[in-house]
């Protein structure tokens, strides 16, 4: 039988399946999700949990949010600020170190970070000399140990090659290239426009200058992408060879992203069935092309440590989506950026204006969050599981946790028995295995183990 990883395609799915299965559902890049956290959690315990876990010797991961990007993607869900003024970059760079700094004010040792991601926005926003500029202020503030993780978001249009230089100066290692679909038609109507010339002339810069890794980040669903399109364009991604992709589904929530109403003005998405139908090929033309399929939408040359993690369990899901270090706390900088420690989730004040103010008055910026309570952990944990690996092990997992997980979970475990039914999960006395058609409904199968599904469901994308 296929595993999830097996470089074979898994099974076509059906439209009827597809269409049972596709709610409103998290992506679980965290449990609880975000929409949990809140501005009435105690600001002292949050701060007190962060000081403590932050101060202990383990390595850190630490996720720095640099907004700024000079035009707007109108299928855009990340917290941006637009702008064609580059001196704001010098003021933001003055806040994240300040902000920085008052964590270092609070924390009983150096930290040691072992992974370091800058996400946005457009990371390269920036000019060559401001990003040394941040390089040299996060290697004024951290050691970092000798196998660090350094990932960057990179936007091939407007970049050259003295950025990428500039990144790999700073000890980047791992880079992410926003592609989303070769398609012109796709990209007009998506305020897009980035030729095949500009990714190709990205990933060789990148290769040329010793990253270790690349990803291409996909999205299919979105307005004027066809079948034919979207196979030239995998086509194309093939040729080019990233060793890692996603290819996420377009989420709609113009409640929250008002500029995706143009979309439905437009009234140029892919119907349903259209969508369905993109998911497949992609799903099919690169397994066919040798990628493993680790779950959801990501997918890894085997050779790859992504694919690697996920056979030796040690794959988790972070904010950044699948990662290979397992169950490191993230220190979130920057406007919007989350913390997360084992007994909490803090996160910054989402605006400008917001972050800034709290900044001068000497306070750290977060402005929400959430206290983790016992059951969280028991769900977060199996959750997690079900996110990343092949199979749960109820004795191994109860060890970890000090439950007995057919008795804890007793409804849960009763409430997948649809899913099995149509071909997701085999339930066992001993655990779960996540069948191939499982793979790809990882979310739905997760949703089940949410105690906090009931309040929230609406703030979260469809599944397929
Ligand atoms: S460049 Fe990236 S972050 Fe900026 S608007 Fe486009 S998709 Fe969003």
Redesign the pocket.
Known sequence: MLDCSDTAAPPGIPFELARKYNVPGPRYTSYPTAVQFSEQASREALLSDAVGDLSGEGELSVYIHL???????W????N?I?TRDHGQVALYLDLLRREIALWRSRLARRPRVGQLHFG???PSFLRPQEIGALGAMLHDAFDFTATAEVSV?I?P?RLTAEHVAAFRRIGANRASL?V?DFAQEAQRAIN?VQSLEATADALRWIREAGFASVNFDLIYGLPMQTVGTFQRTLDEVIRLAPDRLAVFSYAHVPWLRPAQKIFERTGTLPSPEEKLALLQIGIERLTRAGYAYIGMDHFALPGDELAAAQRARRLRRNFQGYSTKAGLSILGLGLSSISQTPGAFRQNEKTLEGYLACINAGELPFTKGLLLQREDRIRQEIIMRIMCDREVDYAVLGARLGVDIPEHFREEIARLQPLAEDGFVELSAGGLRILPMGCFFRRNIAMVFDAYLASGAEHHSRTV
């Open positions: 907004p700024f990007c000079e035009t707007l993607c299928y855009c869900a990340c941006t637009t946005g926005g457009t978001e936007d249009r926003g989303q897009r």
